[in-house]
């Protein structure tokens, strides 16, 4: 059982950075890919980027690639997401997960564990 806990969210200017953080308890969060999602109100939980159990490896939505960088400390049990050039498309909830599947999982389906979320707002 993973519990993950996102923080690190808020309002925003079009154009200005936030970074989120997302705490796993337990210690086996290594063994597990983690990605993030986010889903605006009337839309689907969209893919944002996912990030190999080493950190090695990443892969993004093509709507953030070049904007949003993904991190993690294997050491602290946390993963990051780097927004920065933010756009008002870019305001959702944003949500991490955990998935126990190897390459980049990319669809809601494939990750097991899921955080409560935190919103982001950009305002223009």
């Known amino acids: 059982q993973v519990q993950l806990v996102e923080s690190g969210g808020g309002l925003v200017q079009v154009g200005g950075s936030l970074r989120l953080s997302c705490a796993a308890s337990g210690r086996t969060f290594s063994t597990y890919a983690m990605g993030w999602f986010r889903q605006a109100p009337g839309k689907e939980r969209a893919f944002v980027a996912t990030i190999t159990r080493s950190g090695g490896g990443s892969y993004y939505g093509d709507s953030v690639k070049g904007r949003f960088t993904i991190s993690r400390d294997n050491a602290k049990n946390t993963v990051f997401l780097q927004m920065n050039s933010l756009k008002p498309e870019d305001t959702a909830v944003y949500y991490c997960?955990?998935?126990?599947?190897?390459?980049?999982?990319?669809?809601?389906?494939?990750?097991?564990?899921w955080g409560q979320g935190t919103q982001v707002t950009v305002s223009s």
């Open positions: 997960a955990a998935s126990r599947k190897y390459g980049y999982p990319d669809s809601p389906r494939d990750y097991d564990y």
